[in-house]
């Protein structure tokens, strides 16, 4: 029943009083963390290190989940650490993270959630513009989506980790619900549906079931097909519901995704000059490239190293080396870090067989 206006329950009143006596605390608990987290801050500057620990805020995260005695849910741990930490380390130095926008792309969305919402934003054109701010040093972080649970790998990002000095730091993945956006709320009269090939590409059934006449407009983000939208009654566009919200357009039909599960993966990329390889947290993952001679036996003569020193591979992707050859390229990634003697021992023998071999990063599990 709705709460009376008039005569709020008695109880009510002093178990709000009691919220706001215990926000009171937290706020003043809150401000003695900031305080160390600004000396901890003063103490890096001393020394010259960076700021963000990847590591270190993976480890408090994990902490505070195995100790949590409730009723505060696990999964609210994570997001709600994320953010405390996220303003402790915007009082240390600005984090500067590049990514490609405009605002409200799923990117924005990962880069918000890995790195709390006290950064400074840097939307780019495309995946190549991530990268090049974040080489030039006019972002300290990049974040490009690396694969989708329903569309497989985002080529375009595997083939710019085969040249790039940058090396990952970090992973975070995202639950990715596409929504049909649009000036009016209804599916009448639309003529083109405007958004980046992926989103199109995991909308491919709805699509053809319910829209089977309206064009497919590939465009360069769905923020960018959001905007298209809201300048053109008879174009929809395919994005989340924050874009929806940010471009003023009716959510006309939610979670139009044909896989109800769709997540997408995400990389986020430093300079290893100017930030260092995470250390280890305890639970790692470590992305590597490497090809192999075109003969028999060559993969498997690859995989004889990460079976004798008992590494698992949770993921082993292959890309044509475009040499004409029948080549590949094989992105791998191994559970553990180089720090622990068995992975380095296989990496150490995996090099050995391999024609090319690039670390890509070492950087801790995403943790939900
Ligand atoms: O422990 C540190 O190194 C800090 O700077 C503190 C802190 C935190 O708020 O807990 C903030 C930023 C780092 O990424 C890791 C942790």
Redesign the pocket.
């Given at each position: 029943m709705a709460d009376s206006p008039t005569a709020p329950h008695p109880d009510l009143l002093a178990l709000r009083h009691q919220i706001d006596g215990v926000d009171r605390e937290l706020l003043a608990l809150l401000n003695r963390?900031a305080g160390l987290?600004l000396k901890?801050?003063e103490l890096?500057k001393q020394e010259g290190s960076v700021?963000?620990?990847?590591e270190?805020?993976a480890q408090?995260i994990d902490g505070l989940k195995a100790a949590n005695p409730g009723p505060l849910r696990s999964e609210s741990v994570a997001p709600i650490w994320r953010e405390?930490?996220s303003a402790?380390?915007a009082l240390?130095t600005p984090t500067r993270v590049a990514y490609l926008g405009p605002a409200g792309t799923f990117s924005e969305e990962a880069a918000l959630g890995f790195f709390g919402s006290s950064i400074v934003k840097v939307p780019c054109a495309n995946f190549d513009e991530v990268l090049h701010n974040t080489v030039a040093g006019s972002a300290d972080f990049g974040v490009v989506p690396v694969e989708n649970s329903t569309e497989g790998v985002v080529t375009r990002s595997l083939d710019l980790f085969l040249t790039t000095p940058l090396f990952i730091i970090g992973e975070t993945s995202l639950l990715v619900r596409h929504n049909l956006l649009r000036r009016e709320n209804s599916l009448e009269g639309i003529t083109a549906v405007c958004a980046h090939p992926q989103a199109l590409a995991q909308c491919h059934g709805w699509l053809s079931l319910h829209l089977p006449h309206a064009e497919r407009r590939p465009v360069a983000s769905n923020a960018e097909g959001a905007r298209l939208a809201a300048a053109d009654a008879s174009i929809a566009a395919i994005a989340s519901e924050r874009a929806g919200s940010e471009f003023g357009l009716h959510v006309v039909s939610p979670a139009i995704q044909d896989e109800a599960h769709n997540r997408t993966r995400f990389a986020i990329l430093a300079h290893p000059d100017r930030h260092p390889r995470p250390a280890a947290s305890g639970h790692d993952c470590t992305s590597l490239v490497v090809s192999v001679a075109n003969r028999p036996g060559a993969v498997h003569d690859m995989l004889v190293p990460l079976k004798k020193h008992d590494v698992s591979m949770t993921r082993f992707e292959s890309r044509p080396a475009r040499s004409g050859q029948w080549e590949y390229y094989f992105y791998i990634d191994l559970q553990g870090h180089p720090d622990q003697p068995h992975v380095a021992a296989a990496m150490q023998e995996l090099r050995a067989v391999c024609a090319f071999f690039k670390l890509l990063g070492t950087y801790p599990i995403d943790v939900h």
């Open positions: 963390r987290a901890v801050g890096k700021v963000f620990r990847p270190r805020e408090v405390i930490m402790c380390r240390e």
